[in-house]
């Protein structure tokens, strides 16, 4: 469950209305407090008109039948509104999401000069500020004409208070690019830009984030997960040619996740796809395993050593290099990027930690290809924004080789991925022969595997059994 204030948009486009066809689409139950009403239409603004009722008396008896935890904030015309906002999340340790409306997209004034002035001390409160770029002008009094001064913008906003910022520049010309930030990390969240002038696009993605909150995601990953439901909105409405956002659904769409990039990465080539494809792919802990499936038809596999002083460990590559070559085979090196270009491996496979110190250029120019491991939206979109050549996603089913920081992600999750995402997939985690099918049946053309080859009585046996399915 969410709570949102906001106010009431009589022509149904924004405002409380757009926030509850969010919620409703993501089957999140909301309740909701009417902050204001809007005097306006489809096409002209004249203003506000508020509400007799204080916002505070209206938390107070919400919370007689069940405390709110995460709360989203749309127009709050008077200054009593914000304090009494801050005072009940205080109170309640509820997760803010504020997202400040200070003007109409249809032109005019919504939120006086002095209201403004007021916010600043309320910030400790808030969870998430989710201003646009005028917003955030307007707080700062100064201009955001380029991606430093979004950058200086956020960290003052954090400085202020906050525990995160969601700065959308949707307002720029060129790509739409959001600036995320909190005290752990910095991304831009990059999307293509959409033709078309839309409505309540601020509002239904702060409440997607609220919605996604309720389910117990971390902040980022909830922030990925709602600006991909509106991308989606936004291309839905491109086509319809409709400046209204319809109700918000599971997205679906390939094209729809939003790149995540590191401050200062740049737009890349892709890299190589792999000749043969992918297939079935087992992962084992010697060149002794490669040599020994090599022999009944292996094509692609993955070495995956671990706690080998330094020249052992070069010495395990190389020696599965030479058996790559002599069998043909599309050999990847997991983690170990720079002895994979030294000894001049296939490719690499790395995992999320490892994305803070690889060097992707040296990778790429070396010319070997790149997996990654993925397992929620916010991987997902920072894995795809280096155009891999595939994505691994897991683990599908519970799975004993290691310890998981994510639970199972379930063929469902797996149709989505498939249906979100247009370049090769690997499944991986839990998957046994029998549970094949199915896995394939989502749309995945290949499957990894460790302890369904390497922990079987008769290896050759179990390997020819998998290779059937390819």
Request: glycine letters at 8%; aromatic letters at 8%; one cysteine or more.
């Amino acid at each position: 469950m969410i709570r949102i204030v906001s106010g009431w948009d009589p022509s149904g486009l924004a405002g409380m209305a757009a926030d509850l066809r969010v919620a409703h689409g993501l089957d999140v139950q909301a309740e909701s407090i009417i902050s204001c009403i809007t005097d306006q239409n489809a096409q002209r603004n004249n203003g506000i008109r508020n509400l007799d009722m204080p916002i505070a008396e209206h938390l107070r008896l919400l919370d007689e039948i069940l405390p709110g935890r995460i709360l989203k904030t749309g127009l709050l015309p008077r200054s009593q509104d914000w304090q009494a906002i801050a005072d009940w999340v205080e109170k309640s340790g509820a997760t803010w999401i504020c997202d400040p409306v200070f003007s109409s997209s249809l032109g005019g004034t919504l939120w006086p000069t002095s209201t403004r002035e007021s916010l600043l001390p309320l910030f400790p409160a808030m969870g998430l500020f989710t201003p646009n770029l005028d917003e955030a002008s307007q707080l700062l009094g100064r201009t955001l004409p380029n991606d430093a001064a979004c950058i200086e913008a956020a960290q003052t906003f954090l400085q202020w208070g906050c525990r995160a910022v969601l700065l959308k520049g949707g307002h720029r010309k060129g790509r739409a690019r959001d600036l995320y930030m909190d005290a752990n990390c910095t991304y831009w969240l990059d999307s293509p830009r959409l033709q078309g002038s839309f409505r309540a696009t601020g509002c239904m993605l702060a409440t997607a984030i609220a919605c996604a909150l309720s389910w117990d995601w971390p902040m980022l990953e909830a922030v990925v997960f709602a600006k991909t439901c509106l991308n989606q909105q936004l291309h839905e409405a491109s086509q319809n040619r409709s400046q209204a956002l319809g109700l918000a659904s599971q997205p679906d769409i390939k094209g729809c996740i939003p790149d995540l990039l590191d401050l200062n990465q740049s737009p890349s080539e892709p890299f190589p796809g792999c000749p043969k494809g992918l297939g079935f792919y087992p992962i084992v802990d010697s060149a002794d395993w490669i040599k020994r499936l090599a022999a009944l038809g292996l094509e692609t596999v993955q070495l995956r050593v671990k706690n080998l002083p330094e020249p052992q460990l070069r010495a395990e590559i190389r020696r599965a290099v030479a058996l790559s070559r002599q069998f043909n085979l599309q050999l990847f090196i997991n983690d170990y990027w720079q002895i994979a270009i030294e000894e001049g491996a296939f490719g690499v496979h790395l995992g999320q930690e490892d994305l803070q110190n690889a060097d992707m250029t040296q990778i790429r120019e070396a010319g070997l290809r790149l997996g990654l491991s993925t397992h929620c939206f916010w991987e997902v979109a920072r894995a795809k924004s280096y155009h891999p050549t595939y994505l691994a996603i897991g683990p599908i089913y519970e799975t004993q080789l290691k310890k998981m920081a994510f639970g199972p992600q379930g063929l469902s999750k797996l149709r989505q991925w498939r249906q979100l995402l247009s370049g090769p997939l690997v499944a991986i985690g839990g998957i046994s022969l029998e549970r094949a099918p199915d896995v394939l049946a989502c749309g995945v053309g290949c499957i990894a595997v460790v302890s369904a080859i390497t922990a079987q009585s008769d290896p050759e046996s179990a390997f020819q059994n998998w290779q059937r399915l390819f």
